[in-house]
């Protein structure tokens, strides 16, 4: 079984700061992981995804995050941010074996940013 | 990239009534999707999978007979909640691996908005 925990339900920056959104995941396989960010009423989009390789994984909109195996985690970061990225996010660990495919997600961290 | 489709993308009902919530994947075939929902300020919970041309497999606390799951063709899921109540109301959100089994990426609908009266 996996599961992610996502420290700080809320997350308030200024513009131009950096965002820092803290993931941290248990699984008893090597995880497939995820960050995705949800606006209001709105479906998922993917913002980045680490399954194998460089463990420092580029995303969209300027978005990185970084694989930590020794700390399990998978924390998301962006150097400076801006107003259009106030939204809720996601990260998520995919099951392994017959749970392939299936994802389990944080509990979501809402990003403020302020002027 | 693949686009999912969802529909509709808000539905008002009454209590006891059924409400049939379409998922579609537009550009790849899909033989299996997932359906998972989405309480207000909460995470999303997987419900259940839904397998083309079997039956839908259920997570753990999921009634598959209120939720029921047909996936009649390669490029369509249909969620069914049955007698409907007010704690069914919900955000429910669907999705779809890419054609070749790749798992490791999913392509989300936009989600249906359910709120029963």
């Known amino acids: 079984a996996q599961s992610v925990t996502q420290l700080g339900s809320h997350v308030s920056v200024s513009e131009g700061a950096l965002v820092l959104l803290r993931c941290n995941y248990s699984s008893s396989v090597p995880p497939y992981l995820f960050w995705y960010v949800q606006y209001p009423n709105q479906g998922l989009q993917l913002l980045l995804k680490y399954t194998t390789g460089a463990t420092l994984v580029k995303g969209i909109n300027g978005f990185e995050a970084e694989f930590k195996k020794s700390e399990t985690s998978f924390h998301l970061t962006k150097p400076s941010a801006h107003m259009s990225d106030a939204a809720e996010y996601f990260c998520a660990v995919m099951g392994a074996g017959t749970s392939y495919g299936k994802l389990t997600f944080g509990q979501g961290t809402i990003l403020t940013v302020h002027p | 990239g693949a686009v999912v489709s969802q529909h509709p993308s808000r539905v008002i009902c009454k209590s006891g009534t059924s409400v049939k919530i379409e998922c579609r994947s537009l550009d790849f075939q899909a033989t299996t999707m997932f359906w998972y929902r989405q309480f207000p300020k909460q995470s999303l919970m997987l419900m259940a999978t839904?397998?083309?041309?079997?039956?839908?497999?259920?997570e753990q606390g999921v009634e598959k007979d209120k939720f029921l799951i047909n996936h009649a063709s390669l490029t369509l899921s249909t969620l069914t909640v049955t007698s409907a109540h007010p704690e069914d109301s919900s955000f429910y959100i669907c999705?779809?691996?890419?054609?070749?089994?790749?798992?490791?990426?999913?392509?989300f609908g936009p989600g249906t908005r359910l709120t029963v009266l």
């Open positions: 999705s779809a691996p890419p054609p070749r089994g790749a798992y490791n990426e999913q392509f």
């Open positions: 839904s397998n083309e041309g079997s039956k839908a497999t259920y």
